[in-house]
C-alpha cells in the first residue's frame, strides 16, 4: 500500500483565496483524521471522520473551515477565505478503528498512519 | 482537562550518546500512550506503543518506560545516530472520550550532532 496519500504536498496562495486540500486514505481504514501542525501548538485535531461520517469538529477553528468525506477513498478540507493565520502544515491520518480484541489483534489500538502533509503558507 | 507534557522541548547531543526525553500526562481513564518519531517534512510515524499493564517496551535501540502510578513515560535512545535527529511526539488516548480519545503533546525537538 502506497501509505495516506495528501496532495498538494505545498501551497503557497494569497489571503482570500480558497484553498482545497486533499487527502486519499489507506485501504481499508475507517477513520480518517484531519490535523494542523505549528510550532507554537504542535498537532491540533480539526475533525475527524467514522465510516465517512464527520464524527467531532470541535476543533474546527471557524467557519472558514469545512471538511467533506464523499467516500471511503477520499477526504477534502476546505478553507475558505484563507488568511495569514492558517499557515500550517496539514495532516491527514487513517486508521481501522475497531475494539480492543478486534481482528488485527490485541495489540493495533486503532494506530493512525499519517500522510506526508500540506505545507500551506498564506500570504 | 486532559494534557499531555513533554519535556525537553528541545535537545541536542552528539552522535553515539544516549538520552532520555520524558512524558507526563492527566489523562483520564487512560487507556494507552504511544511515542511517534516525526522526521523533518515527513508526518508522525508510532514507534511504540504502551499499555496500562506494560512497564518497558524496546523498539530497537528505543526503549519505552511507562508509570501508570505517577502517569509519566520515557522514551530512551541508545548510542544516538544522525537519523535519530527529529520530533518525538508523546500521544496519550483515553478510554472514553471523543475526538478517538486522543491527547497529543507539543513533542521534543532532537538534534544529533556529528
Known sequence: ??????????????????????????????SLFWYRQTMMRGLELLIYFNNNVPIDDSGMPEDRFSAKMPN??????????????????????????QGVFGLAGVGSYNEQFFGPGTRLTVL | KNQVEQSPQSLIILEGKNCTLQCN?????????????????????????????????????????????????????????LSDSASYICVVRNSGGGADGLTFGKGTHLIIQP
Not at chain 1, 72 to 95: G, H, M, N, W
Not at chain 2, 58 to 72: H, V
Open chain 1, 1 to 30: 500500500d502506497a501509505g495516506v496519500i495528501q496532495s498538494p504536498r505545498h501551497e503557497v496562495t494569497e489571503m482570500g483565496q480558497e484553498v482545497t486540500l486533499r487527502c486519499k486514505p489507506i485501504s481499508g481504514h475507517n
Open chain 1, 72 to 97: 471511503a477513498s477520499f477526504s477534502t478540507l476546505k478553507i475558505q477565505p484563507s488568511e495569514p493565520r492558517d499557515s500550517a502544515v496539514y495532516f491527514c491520518a487513517s486508521s481501522l478503528k
Open chain 2, 25 to 81: 500526562y492527566t489523562v483520564s481513564p487512560f487507556s494507552n500512550l504511544r511515542w511517534y518519531k516525526q522526521d523533518t517534512g515527513r508526518g508522525p510515524v508510532s514507534l511504540t506503543i504502551m499499555t496500562f499493564s506494560e512497564n518497558t517496551k524496546s523498539n530497537g535501540r528505543y526503549t519505552a518506560t511507562l508509570d501508570a502510578d505517577t502517569k509519566q513515560s520515557s522514551l530512551h535512545i541508545t548510542a544516538s545516530q
